[in-house]
């Protein structure tokens, strides 16, 4: 039976300490890393074996087969067939897989040996999460949906977390606590969310939430475990302490009257997003904006992006020429790179612009969610699969027009800098934090631009078509 998931939000807070409680950190970093490394090592050891036997080459083919079959037939008794076909195909793949220790829980076990290499310097469920963790990222090869995995490079490892705040790096007092280490909390004086947030988990106030069933059930407010972070913050390494709590995170309100500072509006909300924009309707206002254009420091800071890049591609050209063509583009075959020292330090200084991008563009958000909520409620969205639009489309053809092959970029760089899916979780957590409903309404289903209100009914029309034309003319 799986486990009953709670509503939950993270506090985010440094961590105050000796330099000898961060060298254990470090250490600690460093043997997560060895067993996420061995574990996926050992994953595609097991698959290569797996792939080798007769049994799994037989069931490929009938795989083959039973798609083939489906894709030609459109008679309803044998689809039906084929598809009852291919669950008994999908129990014999699972029970094979089982077979070679292609499952999360055999890991936990093969780790305990290299656990006990590192004299247990980790606790073993913090091993077994970065077990877990290594499952994840090769679950994504093993069922079709990446084409590789990649192993964490030495001092790269930058995150670990236990299961429970019982064993292990554990929440208590407000302090962090392994072993015999202590770690205190950075928390601003003027901070009243961390001290609310504080106050809910020492007092265990309850609160309540609907279930699958649609149950409501009680619960207290606790620490359901901590999870370590690295991060460099203007070439400065810190570490942090992410506290991921049951319940729902306090509600902002105004220092000097106490009351919620962004209250829910009322009627019904209505959003259409796209990659780079924003449309909403309320009963009482109406917007189209860009995402994450509020703060200038995102603008500002895209642009050294670009011009870091440009720095780096003109660095590695000039270190590894022998690694370009006559026409610049990369050769094909095994490559040696070699970096500059000017190269690192570039880098390193892109790599904080981008945190910094990330972070303005949060801001951005959060900023225009407070707005948002004062509009509504409910609110409705349409769902958007971002990640397919951010791919790049996967059939070569050539223009009409100009003969030349079109191009096959898509809304990749746009997703990235404008972030639609990040507005989306942060606008419908604030919305039901605050009690309010968020509803995402299938697009296939629903046909927005299609319906017609008046008539009600639908009335297929091409993309190009912008404005909906109804059956008195107007």
């Given amino acids: 039976m799986a486990k009953a998931k709670t509503p939950s939000f993270i506090i985010d807070v440094e961590l105050k300490g000796r330099k000898s409680d961060f060298l254990m950190i470090e250490s600690e970093l460093e043997v997560n890393r060895v067993i996420y490394n061995t574990s996926l090592g050992e994953y595609l050891k097991r698959e290569k074996q797996m792939k080798r036997t007769i049994r799994y080459k037989k069931l490929v083919r ?104 019982h064993t292990g790096w554990r929440f208590k007092e407000e302090k962090v606590i392994s072993k015999d280490r202590v770690f205190g909390l950075k928390v601003k004086e ?11 988990l020492n007092s265990q106030q309850t609160f309540q939430y609907k279930n699958k069933d649609g149950e409501t059930v009680s619960d207290h407010y606790k620490v359901k475990y901590v999870r370590i972070i690295k991060r460099v913050v203007r070439g400065i390494v810190r570490y942090y302490a992410q506290l991921v709590c049951a319940g729902y995170p306090p509600v902002k309100r105004d220092r000097k ?13 209505g959003i259409d997003i796209g990659t780079s924009s924003i449309a909403v309707s309320s009963t009482t206002k109406v917007l189209l904006k860009n995402l994450a254009e509020n703060i200038k420091k995102v603008e500002h800071v895209q642009r050294e992006i670009r011009l870091y890049n440009r720095k780096l591609d003109r660095s590695k050209r000039a270190t590894n020429p022998q690694n370009f063509d006559e026409a610049g583009r990369i050769r094909k075959g ?49 769902e958007m699969n971002f990640r397919s639009l951010q791919k790049r ?82």
């Fill in 334 to 382: 095994k490559k040696q790179w070699k970096f500059s020292t000017n190269y690192k330090k570039l880098k390193a200084l892109l790599k904080e612009l981008y945190r910094k991008l990330a972070l303005y563009r949060k801001l951005s958000h959060q900023y225009e969610v407070n707005r948002m909520v004062m509009l509504g409620d409910p609110f409705c969205v349409e």
């Fill in 393 to 474: 489309a996967k059939k070569t053809e050539i223009s009409e027009k100009t003969g030349k092959y079109k191009r096959k970029k898509r809304f990749g760089k746009t997703i990235a800098r404008r972030s639609p899916a990040t507005f989306i979780r942060i606008l419908s957590k604030k919305v039901t934090t605050l009690g309010g409903t968020f509803i995402k309404v299938k697009t296939s289903s629903f046909k927005a631009s299609q319906y017609d209100h008046r008539a009600d009914k639908y009335k297929k029309k091409e993309l190009k078509e912008r404005w909906h034309i109804f059956d008195d003319g107007t």
């Fill in 62 to 165: 009938i795989s083959r087969a039973i798609k083939s079959h489906l894709a030609k037939n459109h008679n309803k008794e044998k689809k039906e067939y084929f598809e009852n076909e291919r669950k008994k195909l999908s129990e014999e793949f699972k029970k094979l897989r089982e077979e070679f220790g292609l499952t999360e829980y055999s890991m936990h076990e093969y780790i305990k040996e290299i656990r006990n290499h590192f004299n247990g310097k980790t606790n073993s469920i913090i091993a077994q999460t970065t077990a877990t963790r290594a499952w994840h990222t090769f679950k994504k090869k093993l069922f079709g949906s990446a084409k590789k995995v990649v192993f964490v490079k030495r001092e790269e490892m930058d995150s670990f977390e236990g299961k429970n705040n």
């Fill in 190 to 200: 003027m901070d009243m969310y961390l001290k609310e947030a504080f106050h809910l």
């Fill in 257 to 269: 009257t106490g009351q919620v500072k962004y209250p829910l509006g009322k009627g019904p909300v």
